[in-house]
T-cell receptor, first 116, second 114 residues
Framework: GDSVTQMEGPVTLSEEAFLTINCTYT??????LFWYVQYPGEGLQLLLK?????DKGSNKGFEATYRKETTSFHLEKGSVQVSDSAVYFC???????????????FGQGTILTVHP | DTAVSQTPKYLVTQMGNDKSIKCEQN?????MYWYKQDSKKFLKIMFS???????INETVPNRFSPKSPDKAHLNLHINSLELGDSAVYFC?????????????FGPGTRLTVT
């Protein structure tokens, strides 16, 4: 079945540091890829997405590029802020015919803490 | 206005009880979901409804029964609660089924079974 693997957390950074959170996937179909963010005590919010190979999703200074050849969708930000402290989830959803069609399959989440 | 709302936000109950969690969305979406987040933050789909019809039913004990009275509501009823049911339950909705459609999540219901 489909699966998503994220780098182990927690990740602790100083403000203005560069962030990378690795994400790789296995899928039976040709999925869309997502990054969701969960701030403390809240539900998940879509951060960015990419629906086909070589697409780059971007939002709020975060970026991720859909790499089909390496089955990866790594999240990056050039300069993190304290307000970026949250749990980040990589996820996929298949097109029709795929195992994850109609649902999100999540990675295990990566806790990010940014210190002033 | 809250797009996806859940009640209650916190639920503490004893083993063996029956409880319900309610979810409502005011986005006019056709598809709704229930996800379970365990203590290690891992999220997994439980159910999905499209236009009130069940389309995804993952390997969930039949003590869990979703009910969709209309497209805007998807409730989750849990019978004979067990300690392992303690988790945060998230409701979500999307315009349609499919990977192109963003899922909007509710704030979650933290269920604690004692």
């Amino acid at each position: 079945g489909d699966s998503v693997t994220q780098m182990e957390g927690p990740v602790t950074l100083s403000e203005e540091a560069f962030l990378t959170i690795n994400c790789t996937y296995t899928a039976t179909g040709y999925p869309s890829l997502f990054w969701y963010v969960q701030y403390p005590g809240e539900g998940l919010q879509l951060l960015l997405k990419a629906t086909k190979a070589d697409d780059k999703g971007s939002n709020k200074g975060f970026e991720a590029t859909y790499r089909k050849e390496t089955t990866s969708f790594h999240l990056e930000k050039g300069s993190v802020q304290v307000s970026d402290s949250a749990v980040y989830f990589c996820a996929l959803s298949d097109h029709p015919g795929g195992t994850s069609y109609g649902k999100l399959t999540f990675g295990q989440g990566t806790i990010l803490t940014v210190h002033p | 206005d809250t797009a996806v709302s859940q009640t209650p936000k916190y639920l503490v109950t004893q083993m063996g009880n029956d409880k319900s969690i309610k979810c409502e969305q005011n986005l006019g979406h056709d598809t709704m979901y229930w996800y379970k987040q365990d203590s290690k933050k891992f999220l997994k789909i439980m159910f999905s409804y499209n236009n009130k019809e069940l389309i995804i039913n993952e390997t969930v004990p039949n003590r869990f029964s979703p009910k969709s009275p209309d497209k805007a509501h998807l409730n989750l009823h849990i019978n004979s609660l067990e300690l392992g049911d303690s988790a945060v339950y998230f409701c979500a909705s999307s315009q349609e089924v499919g990977s192109s459609y963003e899922q909007y999540f509710g704030p979650g219901t933290r269920l604690t079974v004692t």
